[in-house]
């Protein structure tokens, strides 16, 4: 199931297998890329998005060591982004990913693989300026009255 501002979005299984809307800046395609759990979602001169989701079968939980409860499922949520105009000054754990000869540090092969590098960017909550890599600065709010900068 597909909710665009809390409403199903009916997708087709085939033909022109899209739902699109013209939102007040941009054109928002989301597209079916497989008969289930697979969908393309393209906001345009923004990013293109692969979504897939995928079940935990009984193979990978002995290999994860997931400890499934025999009663339950478990999915991956699988997600490809593809940026249209990303400055090559991107930072972050993800973020970064993204540089023009990026080469990632992790292990392959490790039943679990970490990238690591998160203490850059630790913040006391999600939209805070203030880590150890941060590029940007909240630009100081003045007062009305007497020309006060205040952060």
């Not at 060591?65 to 930072?91: G, K």
């Not at 805070?128 to 900068?149: D, N």
Request: net charge negative.
């Amino acid at each position: 199931m597909v909710k665009w501002d809390n409403k199903v979005v009916a997708i087709p299984n085939n033909g022109d297998a899209e739902w699109r809307t013209n939102g007040e800046d941009r054109e928002v395609i989301i597209e079916r890329t497989d008969d289930i759990n697979c969908v393309r979602v393209t906001v345009a001169g923004l990013v293109e998005v692969d979504i897939r989701v995928r079940p935990i079968g009984e193979k990978e939980n002995k290999v994860h060591n997931y400890q499934m409860p025999a009663d339950d499922t478990f999915a991956h949520l699988e997600t490809q982004f593809r940026f249209t105009n990303l400055s090559d000054l991107v930072e972050g754990v993800l973020g970064k990913t993204y540089w023009p000869g990026y080469v990632s540090p992790v292990k392959v092969g490790v039943p679990m693989p970490m990238v690591g590098g998160e203490d850059k960017y630790n913040t006391s909550f999600l939209f805070s300026p203030l880590c150890k890599v941060c590029r940007f600065q909240k630009q100081p709010e003045v007062a009305a009255a007497g020309g006060i900068a205040q952060y």
